[in-house]
């Protein structure tokens, strides 16, 4: 049983995979990842983080190629099960219709709908998950404090 359920969140990812200017944080976080795979926590990764990495990887400078060949395996790995995480369900329609009614008191607190949907998919797997200590894993502080138990 794993000590912690880390959601990882879009900066995480970016620094992970070493997106340019998305990446200042890397040695950081790798060194962050490695402990807590050692301390056998686990990690979920949300569809809408794989939207906005895929989005700064399209973006990004250099060799987008390359950067989103490593970015395609590592997502085909979490959804496989063959990755330190594990991919969150695609939200359903009638979920984006649920989330999408306190998106406009965020967007007015200047928070954007990913992170929005990030903080829902938080909310809900902390309450089906009671006994499990939940966090969201950011460097993005509009993100930090999200903790269950």
Request: contains cysteine; aromatic residues 10%; charged residues 25%.
């Amino acid at each position: 049983m794993s000590n912690k359920v880390w959601i990882v969140d879009t900066s995480v990812l970016c620094n992970i995979l070493s997106v340019p200017h998305k990446n200042q944080n890397k040695e950081q976080v790798i060194a962050d990842f490695r402990e807590r795979i050692q301390n056998d926590d686990s990690f979920l990764l949300p569809y809408t983080v794989i939207v906005e990495t895929g989005n700064h990887i399209g973006q990004a400078n250099g060799d987008r190629y390359a950067l989103a060949e490593r970015f395609v395996s590592l997502v085909d790995q979490s959804i496989d099960g063959n990755a330190p995480w594990k991919t969150m369900k695609v939200p359903s329609k009638e979920k984006v219709k649920e989330w999408i009614v306190g998106f406009p008191d965020n967007a007015a607190r200047t928070k954007g709908y990913g992170d929005h949907s990030i903080i829902k998919e938080w909310q809900e797997y902390s309450d089906t998950h009671k006994g499990l200590s939940v966090s969201i894993w950011t460097l993005d502080s509009d993100l930090v404090g999200y903790n269950s138990n």
